[in-house]
């Protein structure tokens, strides 16, 4: 299954705590909770480049799955994180503390990230 496509935010849980976990700051938490990002995901074998545009943001990462890769953070800031495939559908890595794993379901797709306690969901639809 290819994660190939462009993808926009249809709904999220749990935005607002998880940000604030995050440090960023209310300003930017009311900003853009209310935005509707957009994702593209360009997969060719192991190898994915994500952009990810909310309204004048855009972030990019690129990486290799089983190699160690400098991802962006929602804060902006760059970590080093190594993305696992589970099956031919999910994406899982973490970083900083984070678990990240997303999943491909026909056209949905999930992206949920765990901080301690708190987990922030966000589903998207290919477009």
Excluded at 20 to 40: V, Y
Excluded at 47 to 67: A, D, P
Excluded at 82 to 97: P, R
């Amino acid at each position: 299954m290819s994660f190939s496509g462009k993808y926009q935010l249809q709904s999220h849980e749990n935005f607002e705590p998880f940000m604030k976990a995050l440090g960023l700051p209310d300003e930017q938490i009311q900003k853009g909770k209310d935005m509707k990002s957009t994702s593209e995901i360009v997969q060719n074998g192991k190898k994915f480049k994500l952009t990810v545009t909310t309204g004048s943001k855009v972030m990019t990462s690129e990486f290799t799955i089983g190699e160690e890769s400098e991802l962006e953070l929602m804060t902006g800031e760059k970590v080093k994180a190594v993305v696992q495939m589970e099956g031919d559908n999910k994406l899982v890595a973490t970083a900083k503390g984070i678990k990240s794993v997303t999943v491909l379901d026909g056209d949905t797709l999930t992206n949920t990230m765990t901080m301690g306690d708190i987990t922030y969901k966000r589903i998207s639809k290919r477009i």
